[in-house]
């Protein structure tokens, strides 16, 4: 007797079959004629972008020269000689008063062009009022968490004393269930406050990111699409914050994601009262300012700054909500649609912002 598929097993193999072709087809047309990746940095001297640090893990090369690239825009970097983005500073002007801007992508200026990025559009206002009295450091560090901002702050503490530390925290930095879980993971990492320098030292970004994307919690599946599909990198990017928005709504969180997020407002509590106690030995006045997500812009969840407020009262710093900067502005033109960073009119709202609640000790400009 002959045996015959049954004709639901046929058309499902032939759906299958047709299904891995398209699959197949769109992955090739993809990695032929689409750019993939949110940026990434070119030097004509081939110079690494980053160079290891002991304590912060990576820190950005003194010296550096080239360019920012993404699908949505390319950008001229410079690295100063201490290490940050931006002109030479005078750390021995003794008229001089400076602002530390810390962060991460944000503060630095992912996409637009450092005068345009919130520390320069807050140095020109600051040029405005003060003269050539203000001094706006851009410390910000693509990919930094809360723990490296305090380093961050260590560090060039004893290269110049600031009169104003501004700590600018992105929401996907912090442990909020709107988030996909990773910035309760980024806070575990940076935990060990106490740890030796070689205890603390760790493998460059790009050899740590699998291990990052291990403790974010993603499968095997996504992980290897990830690394190795084009086409589903491409849908992740072009999702856009709408989809984002969609999924982060409906996420339910397990009791061992909430234990981690719990555990990740700790950390960040942590982190902050070391900042506090740092303004305590050499004064300096404190300011934390919440960067929301695109997406949690337009779905107008406020949970996570309402949060972020009460942990800055508790230490007694100057809040600077974001939700607040973005109603001044359609969220929608503020970002980079597909790359999600704040585009050159959305560092303008957030430097206003700031402006208006920095008063440095320096006569006003004439």
Same mark, same amino acid.
């Given at each position: 007797?002959?045996?015959?598929?049954?004709?639901?097993?046929?058309?499902?193999?032939?759906?299958?079959?047709?299904?891995?072709?398209?699959?197949?087809?769109?992955?090739?047309?993809?990695?032929?004629? %689409?750019?993939?990746?949110?940026?990434?940095?070119?030097?004509?001297?081939?110079?690494?972008?980053?160079?290891?640090?002991?304590?912060?893990?990576? $820190?950005?090369?003194?010296?550096?020269? $080239?360019?920012? *690239?993404?699908?949505?825009?390319?950008?001229? %970097?410079? *690295?100063?000689?201490?290490?940050?983005?931006?002109e030479e500073p005078s750390p021995g002007d003794p008229k001089s008063r400076h602002v530390f801007v810390i962060g991460d992508s944000f503060v630095f200026g992912v996409g637009v062009e450092a005068p345009a990025a919130i520390p320069g559009r807050l140095q020109e206002l600051m040029a405005r009022r003060y003269g050539g009295c203000a001094r706006v450091w851009n410390l910000g560090v693509p990919g930094y968490s809360p723990q490296q901002y305090v380093y961050t702050l260590e560090k060039y503490l004893d290269v110049v004393r600031p009169e104003v530390v501004v700590i600018a925290i992105y929401a996907g930095r912090l442990p909020s269930g709107a988030n996909d879980i990773? $910035?309760?993971?980024?806070?575990?990492?940076?935990?060990?406050?106490?740890a030796s320098a070689a205890e603390r030292q760790a493998p460059t970004p790009a050899a740590a990111a699998e291990p990052r994307l291990q403790r974010a919690g993603l499968g095997s599946v996504k992980r290897w699409l990830f690394w190795h599909s084009a086409l589903y990198n491409w849908l992740l990017l072009r999702a856009g914050p709408q989809v984002r928005a969609l999924v982060h709504g409906h996420r339910t969180l397990t009791e061992a994601d909430r234990a981690r997020l719990e555990r990740g407002w700790e950390i960040l509590d942590a982190?902050?009262?070391?900042?506090?106690?740092?303004?305590?030995?050499?004064?300096?006045?404190?300011?934390? %300012?919440? %960067?929301p997500e695109q997406s949690d812009a337009m779905r107008g969840d406020s949970s996570t700054s309402a949060r972020l407020r009460a942990l800055a009262a508790r230490h007694q710093c100057t809040f600077i909500d974001g939700f607040q900067v973005v109603a001044a502005g359609r969220s929608r033109d503020l970002y980079f649609p597909v790359d999600g960073h704040l585009n050159a009119s959305g560092c303008d709202l957030f430097a206003r912002g700031i402006a208006r609640e920095i008063m440095l000790d320096c006569p006003a400009a004439p």
């Open positions: 007797m002959r045996f015959r598929a049954r004709p639901w097993i046929q058309n499902s193999a032939l759906l299958l079959a047709a299904t891995a072709v398209a699959l197949l087809l769109s992955e090739a047309m993809v990695r032929r004629f %689409v750019s993939i990746g949110s940026f990434w940095f070119e030097s004509p001297s081939g110079t690494p972008f980053y160079t290891p640090d002991p304590l912060r893990e990576y $820190g950005l090369t003194p010296g550096w020269r $080239g360019r920012l *690239i993404a699908p949505e825009f390319s950008t001229s %970097v410079a *690295i100063n000689s201490l290490g940050f983005r931006g990773s $910035g309760g993971a980024d806070f575990a990492v940076w935990e060990q406050s106490h982190q902050l009262r070391r900042v506090t106690s740092l303004s305590a030995q050499r004064p300096f006045r404190f300011v934390v %300012v919440y %960067v």
